[in-house]
């Protein structure tokens, strides 16, 4: 029998790499004669790495869904949505999670498909809270008394920075990415630099070098951060054991009125190469990657932060899990989707540096904004449109 072999490439973390390697596990022992390999890559490289190479390198993906306007303007990915029956698509828009699936639709295209959902929300540590005598913050108020007593960070690298304004922006009202001209509103994006910089200028500078996973793996390593107020989440920091102490998550603060932050939507899908070389056989796995039922069992109990919108309600998953699902699940459901033209994956690392250096500087916010502006509109180079 001649071997069939899949190669893969995810990113390096415990939600993401073990429950593809179990899954792989799995789908070869039901396919004898078929071998499925999974690689990893760092979480930045996950974020910004060119699309065309990896594609060209790898037959499965696991991307970031504003890496689709690059897949559909290179055609490097394989389109999925003529490969699919009418009841998988149903059952895809019916049971992903929030706007999962819709946010790998691209002028009529499909492709990935989803099966990891994630946006920012806030995590904490209840056994300290409680040693403190400190509650929980519920309004930007009380994050920022418990701010000023030195027991909340964020993670400040640029990215994360950015991606954050962007939630306190649209929560404001502002439609991110609505003109060719300006990334958002001045007079909105004015407050909220404000905003993000006076909580910024309660933490230390060690901040600008976290992203969420370093700023978890801090949390629960030590018992000198009680709080995030909002970070992508990570299911697996809220399961016995993980780390040394676990983390609880919970839907961001109310910014006006008792409404939470709107954040922004995360996750990650599961692509095809346009040059793989046995698509029947790479549809087939990702199909079960993805299906209803390795998502609430193999895929969520293997660490992994299922995209499907029955295993957020399965009971096993929240019991291991400290209710992070339910938890959290209104924070996927309201996440505002990224842009995902051609140029806006580079437009996303590079336009948090603005941010750092007014947070840093306490600089001008206007002058900030325009920076940003002027990246955005080279973003947007070449005729791109926004979808």
């Keep these: 029998m001649s071997m069939v072999s899949l190669r893969g490439i995810t990113w390096n973390h415990s939600r993401a790499l073990p429950p593809l390697v179990a899954t792989a596990q799995r789908f070869e022992e039901q396919h004898p004669g078929v071998r499925i390999q999974w690689e990893k890559r760092s979480l930045h490289e996950f974020g910004h790495a060119d699309l065309s190479t990896l594609a060209h390198n790898f037959d499965l993906l ?88 030195g027991w909340v960070r964020m993670p400040g690298f640029p990215a994360d920075l950015f991606l954050n304004f962007m939630g306190l922006c649209v929560s404001g009202g502002s439609l991110v990415a609505a003109s060719p001209e300006q990334l958002v509103d001045h007079e909105i994006g004015a407050r909220c630099l ?73 996750g990650t899908g599961i692509a095809i190469s346009a040059g793989c070389k046995d698509i029947p056989l790479a549809l ?24 499907r919108r029955s295993a957020w309600r399965d009971t ?39 941010i750092v250096e007014y947070c840093k500087h306490r600089g001008n916010a206007q002058q900030a904004l325009e920076q940003m502006d002027t990246l955005y509109r080279a973003s947007l180079n070449g005729g791109a449109q926004h979808a």
């Excluded at 806030?122 to 056994?127: E, N």
């Excluded at 030590?222 to 697996?236: E, Q, R």
């Excluded at 339910?326 to 842009?339: C, D, G, N, Q």
Aim: aromatic content about 10%; charged content about 20%; proline content about 7%.
């Design 284 to 307: 087939e796995y990702s199909l079960f990657v993805s299906g209803r039922t390795c998502q609430s069992t193999l895929y969520g109990m293997c660490g992994g932060q299922p995209a």
């Design 194 to 266: 404000a905003d993000i910089c006076e909580l910024a200028a309660l933490m230390p500078d060690e901040i600008y070098g976290m992203n969420p996973i370093a700023l978890y793996e801090r949390m629960t390593d030590g018992d000198s951060i009680a709080y995030c107020p909002f970070a992508y989440t990570y299911s697996n920091y809220s399961r016995n054991g993980f780390g040394a102490k676990r983390l609880r998550f919970s839907n961001p603060v109310a910014l006006d009125g008792s409404i939470p932050m709107r954040t922004v939507l995360g």
């Design 62 to 149: 696991v991307i970031d869904h504003p890496m689709v306007g690059e897949a559909e303007a290179t055609g490097v990915l394989t389109d999925l949505l003529p490969l699919l029956s009418s009841n998988e698509i149903e059952d895809f828009k019916a049971d992903s999670l929030g706007p999962c699936f819709s946010s790998y639709v691209y002028q009529g295209g499909l492709y990935a498909f989803p099966i990891d959902a994630a946006a920012p929300a806030a995590s904490l540590r209840p056994d300290l809270l409680d040693q403190l005598r400190l509650k929980e913050p519920q309004n930007w108020d009380d994050l920022m008394d418990l701010a000023r007593l």
């Design 316 to 354: 096993l998953l929240n019991q291991i899990t400290d209710g992070f699902f339910s938890r959290t699940v209104a924070s996927i459901e309201t996440a505002y989707v990224r842009p995902r033209y051609p140029g806006y994956v580079g437009l996303q690392e590079r336009a948090g540096v603005p």
